[in-house]
C-alpha cells in the first residue's frame, strides 16, 4: 500500500522568511497529493493540492510542487507570518474517487518574531 | 448546515469496554473516513466508505469495526479498548473521495483508554 514519508518533523523559521516541507510517496499510481493545515486543538483544513499532470501550483504566499519522477512533492510558504504557525501533512491519493486518502507524519511549524 | 458532527468530543474508558464514536454528515458527501491521531503523530486511516453499505480497511483497523447503513452517518466501533487505542480521533467526509476531493473533517474525539 502507499506510504507517505514527511520531513523535517519539526521546523523554526524567521518571521519573513520561507519555510519548505518535503514529503516523499510510494506508490507509482498516486496522483494526487493535497496539502492540510491543523492550528493548535483544530481540525486539519485542505489549504492547497496538486494532480500529476501538473509541475507546480501557486496560491498567494503557498506553492507546491512535484516531481513524479522521483516521487516526491514539496510544500513553500513564503514571507511567513505568525498565523502560519501550526501543523501541516501532506498526503497522496490514486486519485479515483475510491482511493485511500494516506497523510504525513506532519510537520510542525514555528514563526519566530 | 452542521458539516460533520462527531460525539461524544472526550470519553475515558477501562481496558476491556467497548464504544461507539458517532460520526454524521450533512452535506451528502458519498465518502466518508475515519482516522486517528496519536499524540504528535500523523493521521493514520482506521476505515473508508465509498457509499451506504460499503465499507474498507484502512492502514490501521485492527480492534476496530464500522457500518454504513445511511449516507449520513458512519459510525465506529472500538471493541475490548486497549490503551493502544488512546488517540484523538477524526471523522471526515468528501463529495469526490480520493479522485480531488477535499476532506471535511469533524472536531474529533479525545479518547483515552486506562
Known amino acids: 500500500g502507499e506510504n507517505v514519508e514527511q520531513h523535517p518533523s519539526t521546523l523554526s523559521v524567521q518571521e519573513g522568511d520561507s519555510a519548505v516541507i518535503k514529503c516523499t510517496y510510494s506508490?507509482?499510481?498516486?496522483?494526487?497529493f493535497p496539502w492540510y493545515k491543523q492550528e493548535l486543538g483544530k481540525r486539519p483544513q485542505l489549504i492547497i493540492d496538486i494532480r500529476s499532470n501538473v509541475g507546480e501550483k501557486k496560491d498567494q504566499r503557498i506553492a507546491v510542487t512535484l516531481n513524479k519522477t522521483a516521487k516526491h512533492f514539496s510544500l513553500h510558504i513564503t514571507e511567513t507570518q505568525p498565523e502560519d504557525s501550526a501543523v501541516y501533512f501532506c498526503?497522496?491519493?490514486?486519485?479515483?474517487?475510491?482511493?485511500?486518502?494516506?497523510f504525513g507524519s506532519g510537520t510542525r511549524l514555528s514563526i519566530r518574531p | 448546515n452542521a458539516g460533520v458532527t462527531q460525539t461524544p468530543k472526550f470519553r475515558i474508558l477501562k481496558i476491556g469496554q467497548s464504544m461507539t464514536l458517532q460520526c454524521a454528515q450533512d452535506?451528502?458527501?458519498?465518502?466518508m473516513y475515519w482516522y486517528r491521531q496519536d499524540p504528535g503523530m500523523g493521521l493514520k486511516l482506521i476505515y473508508y466508505?465509498?457509499?451506504?453499505?460499503?465499507?474498507d480497511k484502512g492502514e490501521v483497523p485492527n480492534g476496530y469495526n464500522v457500518s454504513r447503513s445511511t449516507t449520513e452517518d458512519f459510525p465506529l466501533r472500538l471493541e475490548l479498548a486497549a490503551p493502544s487505542q488512546t488517540s484523538v480521533y477524526f471523522c471526515?467526509?468528501?463529495?469526490?473521495?480520493?479522485?480531488?476531493?477535499?476532506?471535511?473533517f469533524g472536531e474529533g474525539s479525545r479518547l483515552t483508554v486506562l
Open positions: 452535506m451528502n458527501h458519498n465518502y
Open positions: 471526515a467526509s468528501s463529495p469526490n473521495g480520493g479522485s480531488s476531493g477535499e476532506l471535511f
Open positions: 498526503a497522496a491519493s490514486r486519485g479515483s474517487s475510491a482511493s485511500k486518502i494516506i
Open positions: 506508490d507509482s499510481a498516486s496522483n494526487y
Open positions: 466508505s465509498v457509499g451506504a453499505g460499503i465499507t
